[in-house]
């Protein structure tokens, strides 16, 4: 097998607590704790979740646009971790991000043409002022914008059109890969679906690998190839889309998938309602995360912490209702209960 774009192996990310007069740190708000997963060239992994449950943190941490606490990030087999700033900004033609709130992350001062053309210099991507201005026409006519739109400024545009020129930003450097972070969640449904059709369009023509960061699950099946699923910072389950749309395991997969909604109300099956809040991650629950709300929660769910576990086939599940992701060292208890 080829090696993968993007290895990330047990990331953590805690943000400190302070109190007091000379802000001494009392805990921690464990954000991201234990992330592991692969890229490969081409790839779409969709990241979903709940508000607060690590996604966006997960993202930026593997741009190092916040530093992580601990963790491997590896790039074409390069860590990057440990890069120093020079290593760190020749990186980041490499690797982009698309921000969720296309109102936000544009500068209202600059036009549209000005802000591409500044990173087109800044990276010495064309020679020469003409190229330069050619290279923006083209980002623009890419993302389905007419050229002429480069005199404008961001609040002269609709929220469609300004995450356009989101993706158009993110695309002028040419990189390979690509953190969407919640790309759509601002958006009208039907300008949803044309965002995620430009998105699948460009991946194609130029190779992108993207890890698409959601929270609407209906949103991520139809660009992902593979879907993982977090929980109060940790995965409780990854899959193919299909595999895990047609036979999710995890009982908060579950609750997710029971809570989208579909044309026919006749073909709903019954609604899961979770019971409680989600808690808080300064204080995560013993034994397993989810189980102060789980509705198959049983005996061990609130001493054992469950291991993330293949069942042989591809679809990993963070739960101590299959066996493979019982930790070996409790199954001889479990047995016996």
């Known amino acids: 097998m080829s090696t993968p774009l993007l290895e990330v192996t047990d990331l953590h ?32 992994l969709g990241l979903v979740g709940e508000s607060g449950c690590g996604k966006t943190t997960v993202g930026r941490s593997i741009l190092r646009l916040i530093e992580p606490t601990s963790g491997s990030v590896k790039f074409e087999g390069k860590e990057v971790t440990t890069m120093g700033t020079g290593e760190l900004r020749t990186l980041r033609r490499e690797m982009q991000i698309i921000f969720q709130d296309p109102y936000s992350s ?33 980002l623009l ?4 914008l007419r050229p002429e739109y480069a005199q ?8 469609g059109q300004r995450q356009r020129i989101g993706i158009a930003r993110a695309l002028s450097v040419e990189p390979k890969f690509i953190v969407c972070d919640e790309p759509v969640s601002a958006l009208d449904v039907s300008i949803q679906s044309q965002v995620i059709n430009l ?11 993207y890890l698409f960061i959601a929270h609407d699950l209906s949103v991520v099946e139809h660009i992902s190839d593979r879907v993982a699923v977090m929980y109060l910072g940790e995965m409780v389950e990854v899959s193919t889309a299909q595999e895990l ?32 809040d989600v808690p808080s991650p300064a204080n995560l629950p013993n034994g397993c995360f989810f189980h102060p709300r789980c509705p198959k929660a049983f005996a061990p769910c609130p001493t054992v912490h469950p291991k993330l576990g293949d069942d042989g086939t591809g679809h990993i599940t963070r739960c101590l209702l299959y066996p493979e992701s019982v930790p070996a060292d409790a199954r001889t208890s479990m047995a016996a209960a």
Do not use: C, W
């Open 141 to 144: 006519e890419i993302v389905g």
């Open 106 to 138: 544009l500068n209202p001062r600059i036009t549209v043409g000005g802000m591409l053309a500044e990173i087109i210099r800044f990276h010495n991507l064309r020679q020469g002022e003409k190229a330069v201005q050619q290279r923006v026409r083209e």
């Open 199 to 209: 998105l699948r369009d460009l991946q194609k023509e130029f190779g992108l690998t």
């Open 13 to 44: 990310k805690f943000f400190p607590i302070k109190r007091g007069l000379l802000s001494r740190t009392v805990g921690h708000v464990k954000a991201v704790n234990g992330v592991s997963f692969t890229l490969g060239r081409g790839e779409t």
């Open 245 to 276: 749309y047609r036979n999710p395991k995890h009982p908060y997969t579950e609750a997710l998938l029971s809570a989208v909604p579909i044309p026919d109300p006749r073909r709903r099956s019954s609604r899961i309602i979770l019971r409680g």
């Open 152 to 159: 404008r400024y961001p609040h002269e545009f609709s929220g």
